[in-house]
Structures are given as structure tokens and as C-alpha cells.
Nanobody, 125 residues
């Protein structure tokens, strides 16, 4: 079992940077596919990035080249470095774990069964 807590959400200006952290307790997150998702008001939740157990990383097209996902096994923490932020990045960001062993990590929210409480990111123009 794993528990997830996100921190680092803030309000920033367009073009700015933020780093979200997802601290895990319980199981080591290195044994799970870990993902970042976001949900903007009035929109469906979307996958942002994921980090697989074999260190394979996948990004949504909307954040490629701007966001970087990383994992610190010693701290049992997942990060999302967000650079060149845009107003359309405004959303609640969630960290999630997929505890089912699959051939590959997905960006489908239905595959993830453990979620943090979320961190609000607001980007103003």
C-alpha cells in the first residue's frame, strides 16, 4: 500500500516555473508506474507524464519540452518540474500510482488506483 501527498502548487506568472513534489509513504514508488495528471475547471482529467518501473518516461504532447518528470528513490518522491508555464496549464495536479503490474505504464486515469489530494497550480497571463 502507498500513500501520496503533493506539495508545491502555487500561483505564478506566465513563463514562470514550478516544481511539484509527490511524497510517498508505505511502498517504494519505484515498483509502480507513477503518473502526474491534471484537471482544469470544466475539463476532463488528463495525463501529463508518467514514469515507469524501467525508467521509461512518457509526456503528453501539450507539455513536451516544458515539463520534466523525475523520481528520487532514496526520498521515495516523484517530481514534476514545470517550466515555461502557460495560463492553459492552470489546473489541479494529482500524483497517482498504478499498482497493477502491466507491460507498460499508461496515461489512462482508470489504470491508476492510488491518488494524492492534489496541488493547485495557477498561471496568470
Amino acid at each position: 500500500q502507498v500513500q501520496l501527498v503533493e506539495t508545491g502548487g502555487e500561483s505564478v506568472q506566465s513563463g514562470g516555473s514550478l516544481r511539484l513534489s509527490c511524497s510517498a509513504s508505505g511502498d517504494a514508488i519505484s515498483i509502480y508506474c507513477m503518473g502526474w495528471f491534471r484537471q482544469a475547471p470544466g475539463k476532463e482529467q488528463e495525463g501529463v507524464a508518467n514514469f515507469d518501473t524501467d525508467d521509461t518516461i512518457t509526456y503528453a504532447d501539450s507539455v513536451k519540452g516544458r515539463f520534466t518528470i523525475s523520481r528520487d528513490n532514496a526520498k521515495n518522491t516523484l517530481y514534476l518540474q514545470m517550466d515555461s508555464l502557460k495560463p492553459e496549464d492552470t489546473a489541479m495536479y494529482y500524483c497517482a500510482a498504478d499498482r497493477t503490474f502491466r507491460d507498460a505504464c499508461s496515461m489512462s486515469r482508470t489504470d491508476f488506483d492510488t491518488w494524492g489530494q492534489g496541488a493547485q497550480v495557477t498561471v496568470s497571463s
